[in-house]
Antibody, heavy 116, light 108 residues
Framework: EVQLVESGGGLVQPGGSLRLSCAAS????????MHWVRQAPGKGLVWLSH????????NYADSVKGRFTISRDNAKNTVYLQMNSLRAEDTAVYYC?????????WGQGTLVTVSS | EIVLTQSPGTLSLSPGERATLSCRAS???????LAWYQQKPGQAPRVLIY???SRATGIPDRFSGSGSGTDFTLTISRLEPEDFAVYYC?????????FGQGTKLEIK
């Protein structure tokens, strides 16, 4: 069974930084692309970024390009999202998800609140 | 960027009725890499349909997907009480992997 557990969320001031982690189990992590998706309170889903299975390819939504960095450690079965220069509009639940031809499989999410 | 537009925004139906949800893309979706997700309050989304028409593991056969190119449909043949939720389409054929804005399926 695919399990994805996000951590690292919390309260951060505008302009601050946070690193999210997502620990994966139940599948061969090193063979899947991984994604981050967020959902602001009461709003829809927004795809943010993905990273290839070996970590050599990354892509970002325009809204976070230059501020967020995705990375992975296949030895630790973990994907990360480094978030810098955070803004109030980055407040959301952040989900990591496993990619693949059968769509995304999701973690339970971690809440990030950007506020002074 | 491929923009996905879902309609209607809200759909009010009764249990036992048929639901038809639409997802229209601004450009052709590559190789029908179109998925549908269901999200209930306080929960993460879960995949229902992938590849436009393939049901994910464990999804009841009352859920079906169809379409290609720029027009896709999710059909729920007979609504059960647990089907009332928000539904999102997503294209995963070209980056950025965009979502539609969602359709809320509510009890009439």
């Amino acid at each position: 069974e695919v399990q994805l557990v996000e951590s690292g969320g919390g309260l951060v001031q505008p302009g601050g930084s946070l690193r999210l982690s997502c620990a994966a189990s139940g599948f061969t992590f090193s063979t899947y692309w991984m994604h981050w998706v967020r959902q602001a309170p009461g709003k829809g889903l927004v795809w943010l970024s993905h990273i290839s299975d070996e970590g050599s390819t990354t892509n970002y939504a325009d809204s976070v390009k230059g501020r967020f960095t995705i990375s992975r450690d296949n030895a630790k079965n973990t994907v990360y999202l480094q978030m810098n220069s955070l803004r109030a509009e980055d407040t959301a639940v952040y989900y990591c998800a496993r990619g693949g031809q059968s769509g995304l499989s999701w973690g339970q999410g971690t809440l990030v609140t950007v506020s002074s | 960027e491929i923009v996905l537009t879902q309609s209607p925004g809200t759909l009010s139906l009764s249990p036992g009725e048929r639901a038809t949800l639409s997802c229209r893309a601004s450009q052709s979706v590559s190789s029908s890499f179109l998925a549908w997700y269901q999200q209930k309050p306080g929960q993460a989304p879960r995949v229902l349909i992938y590849g436009a028409s393939s049901r994910a593991t464990g999804i009841p056969d009352r859920f079906s997907g169809s379409g290609s190119g720029t027009d896709f449909t999710l059909t729920i043949s007979r609504l059960e009480p647990e089907d009332f939720a928000v539904y999102y389409c997503q294209q995963y054929g070209s980056s950025p992997y965009t979502f539609g804005q969602g359709t809320k399926l509510e009890i009439k």
